[in-house]
């Protein structure tokens, strides 16, 4: 197995975490930099907003239920976990990273912000290099990881 490009920024990718965490941060703050638009839009982006934010609170619970024991916040797996691919894991490989950029998605709509939706996209531009490092340890780990990641979205059933 060759070794990625992205480093690991720390033993267990804790970096990544602290990225993740700083951006979240920064576009919960940036919410209350809106509204950068109004009348209708406004109310169908608060209404779109609400609906993305619940179905990424859904996703990202779902994810936290189904992983259970093997839950961690970093990218390398817990010693002795186990693959899991049921569940919100049967539509998504990292259904609590989907759930995130839902809900940041969500949020920037809702309090009608630019700088919260910009952030949206730098979480999503984040989360996607945090779930290649991941995906390199878990590859490393479990010999069916290769075939259940070529079945599966990364982030948002049936769309990414």
Avoid: C
């Avoid at 992205?6 to 941060?25: D, K, M, S, T």
């Avoid at 950029?101 to 912000?113: C, E, K, P, V």
């Amino acid at each position: 197995m060759t070794r990625p490009a992205l480093p690991q920024l720390g033993r267990r990718g804790e970096g990544w975490f602290l990225i993740q965490v700083a951006l979240l941060a920064a576009v919960a703050i940036a919410g209350g930099l809106g509204p950068a638009w109004s009348g209708a839009a406004l109310t169908a982006g608060a209404g779109v907003g609400l609906l993305l934010a619940g179905l990424g609170g859904v996703l990202a619970l779902r994810g936290i239920f189904d992983l259970r024991e093997n839950l961690t916040p970093f990218p390398m797996p817990v010693d002795g976990a186990r693959l899991v691919d049921t569940g919100a894991y049967r539509l998504v490989r990292h259904p609590m990273y989907g759930g995130l950029i839902l809900g940041a998605f969500g949020w920037g709509l809702f309090t009608a912000s630019v700088p919260a939706l910009a952030g949206a996209v730098a979480l999503t531009v984040v989360l996607r290099l945090k779930s290649a490092r991941e995906e390199h340890w878990l590859a490393g780990r479990f010999e069916g990881y290769d075939a259940y990641r070529s079945r599966t979205r990364r982030f948002v059933p049936w769309l990414y």
